[in-house]
């Protein structure tokens, strides 16, 4: 009744157990939900669109105040094209700082393959702390004790609370936080900016303050520039502000865009300032309220300020371009819902994964179920009054493992009938 047929390439492949292509490499099997561009040297959020939104908004009013203010500055002023000039300078400044915050590594902590092995004593009966995202391994391995949900370090003689992050698989270092939106941990995480696309942490805060910093005063060029170009216009046609605004509108649109930028970035700016002067990040402020006791991290104005802007930036832990070897291969080749692949290959490791699943057990009841209700209609039970009754579950699986209950045994039956 069954025709033996020979396996698929797809389950040749499960067979064989083989994982995937050693000449991959990390950023195509990363498990965090970033996008990679120029093969892996550059990496995004996964909100990266907004950069384009952010770029608008800063380019197009230079692009407007170069084409209609200038012409009024440069006709007035003995040094009015190095106005512009500075105008259009400032602005590559500030879109060369944000790709510096968006296209780097934040800071994010590798994750861990396997959970960190519990301490004496330190375990307790809750395996809800172990990660979904093990991979196929995980029910081969015995249950080992769950680990604490947080543990206590010294950090400059005072104790802070880490916690283990059951994504990564690991306690986080002071300061850490899972960004849930990139779906990694991240060293000295102060906040993910949509602005930017990407996570604030370690790495790039230096540059995103000089980001919103150079803004603000761009913003405050423009507008300063935009109000003397008004007064010019008022002086030579000796009118009132209002008659002046109608002569060159774009002044007024710039004025008043410029106006409201300035307080959200200026605002940012100086709120920042803040942070950096009590050595806190966005996250700590909202979450700990340091007011109201010690803040551990806190070495003083001067020194917060050196640790900020003039310490080393430390290299990525992460070698997104480094081939894939060994272990974290299979390892990054089970774990199949945190890749960043195609939707073809996720589809393709989705059934990989189903017929995984299904063991020798699990085929033999398949054949059971599928021998008896060919039973049935041998005995002629209902067998002219419904169709042929294998649930399309027990087909799909059936044909996946090379059994085919073909139309040809199902008329040699009815013939029989």
Known sequence: MYANQLPSDSNRHIIDTHGPDPSLRVYQLWKGSNIFFLKGRLIFGPDVRSLFLTVFLIVTPVILFSAFVSQTLILHFHHGTLIVAISVILTIYVIVLLFLTSGRDPGIVPRNQHPPEAQVGEGYNDSSVYSSDWGAESHNRPPAPSLPPTKDVMVNGSVVKVKYCQTCMLYRPPRCSHCSICNNCVERFDHHCPWVGQCIGKRNYRFFFMFISSTSLLCLYVFGFCWVNIRKIMGV?????????????????????????????????????????????????????????TNPYNRGCACNFVEIFLSKIPKSRNKFREKVKGEDSSCAFNSWTSLGLNKTSIEMEMETGKRKAVGAEDLEDIRSQMESVGGLERCGMEARHRNWEITPDIQMLAAEFGMEYGSTDRQKIHGKL
């Not at 009132?240 to 774009?250: D, L, M, Q, T």
């Not at 959200?264 to 942070?275: E, K, R």
């Open 237 to 293: 046609y000796h009118c009132n502000v209002w008659r002046a605004f109608i002569k060159s509108p774009v002044s007024g649109i710039l004025i008043l865009y410029t106006f409201i930028a300035a307080w959200f970035v200026g605002g940012l700016t100086v709120f920042h300032l803040y942070l950096i002067c009590t050595n806190q990040t966005t996250y700590e402020n909202f979450r700990y309220r340091y007011e109201g006791k």
